[in-house]
């Protein structure tokens, strides 16, 4: 064949071929979006995992290549890299009591990722969602003021929103029997207890949910949309949700390929929108090819913006211990 016909693919790294890791790289290359780089600590883990995806392609009907490496090398070029390196919550464990742990394990991701990669987005999975994604903005630089004075904090951003806006989505269409993806809900605020589910926003097929439901039994959902991950980790006692959190890591991850223009709730670095400053939390985004499009500011009611505020303030407090400990280090 003629050595001057070069064809290339998108590439997205994922940084942890966990769970959620190795359930993502499956999603990718089924939905054929991109090829799949799967890096892990684990010698021959994630080589078995990749392996053992691409033998399913033929069967699955995609050939989009799924290589499983313990090398950063490997990651060369991706246009995309999620890192969801880390430990999950067990039973008992807040995502807060993750926060010592992981900080190291994904600043040190970061920091390896963005040297192969230099010009890729970054999706952020690891617990405490917000205040690790701050980290990362801080290890690629990607939040920094460059030579020029432009900040790139487009490209990092954290998966948590569309996680549990799906969770709260599921317990409508559960409570009320209709199919779920006629419904859609917005989940802000921070990756946690404090989340901020916004039920007037909630609707299925336009129809806002306070017609369709009574408030007692919308706060009963709000609440287990906030305790949605506990909930499994509870059942499983060995580990967290994967499944719906790498459909939800995949959905952004199309909306950034495809150029999609999805207006998703993203935990983004803010710089003065909804008047909060140098933090990382869950705001309505446009995703797109360059990443964060834009942030949308909506009017919140005085009690969401207070809720947002408090979620932000917690935020806050854990970056500052995770800044602590980092450097102590
Ligand atoms: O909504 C969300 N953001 C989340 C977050 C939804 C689900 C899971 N969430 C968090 O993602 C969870 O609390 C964890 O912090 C991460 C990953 O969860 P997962 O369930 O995939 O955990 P696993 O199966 O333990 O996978 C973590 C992998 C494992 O294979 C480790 O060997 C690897 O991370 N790991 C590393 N890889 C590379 N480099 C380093 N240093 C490293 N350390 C651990």
Redesign the pocket.
């Known amino acids: 064949s003629d050595p001057s016909i070069v064809c290339s693919f998108p590439r997205v790294s994922i ?7 190795s359930t993502l790289a499956q999603r990718i290359a089924e939905k054929n979006l991109a090829d799949v780089v799967l ?4 010698p021959g ?1 994630p080589q078995g995992l990749a392996l053992d995806l691409m033998e399913s392609r033929g069967i699955e009907l995609h050939n989009r290549r799924i290589i499983g490496t313990n090398d950063y090398i490997d990651t060369a070029g991706s246009e995309i890299v999620v890192i ?6 067990k039973p008992g464990m807040t ?1 807060d009591d ?1 926060l010592i742990i ?1 900080a190291k ?1 994904v600043v ?2 970061a920091k390896n990722a963005i040297a192969h990669s230099p010009n890729a987005i970054f999706i952020v ?3 405490p ?1 917000d205040v690790m994604t701050y980290l990362v903005g801080q290890a690629t630089g990607l939040t920094r003021p460059n030579q020029q004075g432009f900040v790139a904090k487009h490209r990092v951003m ?3 929103g569309v ?2 806006s799906a969770r709260f989505e599921t317990f409508i269409a559960l409570e009320l029997g209709v199919l779920p993806a006629d419904v859609k809900a917005m989940v802000l605020g921070s ?1 946690g207890d404090l989340m901020v589910p916004l039920p007037r926003y909630a609707n299925v097929n336009g129809v806002p949910i306070t017609e369709l439901l009574d408030a007692p039994t919308i706060e009963r959902l709000v609440q287990r949309t906030r305790n949605g ?1 506990a909930e499994i980790v509870e059942l499983m006692q060995t ?4 499944f719906a ?1 790498a459909s ?1 890591v995949s959905v952004m991850v199309e909306s950034i390929l495809l150029n999609q223009s999805r207006l998703l709730p993203v935990a983004a670095y803010l710089q003065g929108e909804y008047g909060l400053n140098d933090i990382v939390i869950g705001v309505p985004c446009r995703l797109g090819c360059g990443g964060i499009e834009s942030v949308l500011e909506l009017n919140l009611t005085n009690e969401e913006k207070a809720a947002l505020r408090v979620s932000a303030q917690s935020v806050g407090l854990n970056i500052d211990r995770a800044q602590e400990i980092l450097t102590a280090a």
């Open positions: 940084i942890g071929a966990g769970r959620v890791g890096l892990d600590i684990v883990m969801t390196a880390g430990l999950p919550r995502r993750l992981n394990i040190e991701a999975v690891t617990n969602l954290g998966m948590a996680l549990d990756h991950g580990g967290g949700a994967f959190p939800a």
